[in-house]
């Protein structure tokens, strides 16, 4: 089956960065999109930025946007977000996704298939 395992959480400043990884164990999901979400308190689950099999396309929230970058590397079925310019708003449990269908960046938590079991991110004022 295969599980997605994030790392990289934790408590930072507003104005800060931190860098979240996803690695895959148990196969690979280098076809797949992969994709990240985030989790508020009280809030539904939202898509923050999905990345193509290859990395040839990227798709991103507009509330991140200019501020995260997601990356690839199938060699070590790890996917990272770079965040940066973190504000209070971003504080969530960060999770990561895989899409089997690998050619496009879907937005829906529906789309995807296998689930990370979060991380939490904390930004303060």
């Known amino acids: 089956q295969g599980e997605l395992v994030e790392s990289g959480g934790g408590l930072v400043q507003a104005g800060g960065s931190l860098r979240l990884s996803c690695a895959a164990s148990g196969r690979t999901f280098s076809g797949y999109s992969m994709g990240w979400f985030r989790q508020a308190p009280g809030k539904e689950r939202e898509f923050v930025t999905a990345i193509t099999w290859n990395g040839g396309s990227t798709n991103y929230a507009d509330s991140v946007k200019g501020r995260f970058t997601i990356s690839r590397d199938n060699a070590k079925n790890t996917v990272y977000l770079q965040m940066n310019s973190l504000k209070p708003e971003d504080t969530a449990v960060y999770y990561c996704?895989?899409?089997?269908?690998?050619?496009?960046?879907?937005?829906?938590?529906?789309?995807?298939?296998?689930w990370g079991q979060g991380t939490q991110v904390t930004v303060s004022s």
């Open positions: 996704a895989a899409d089997r269908l690998g050619l496009w960046v879907r937005v829906s938590a529906d789309a995807y298939d296998h």
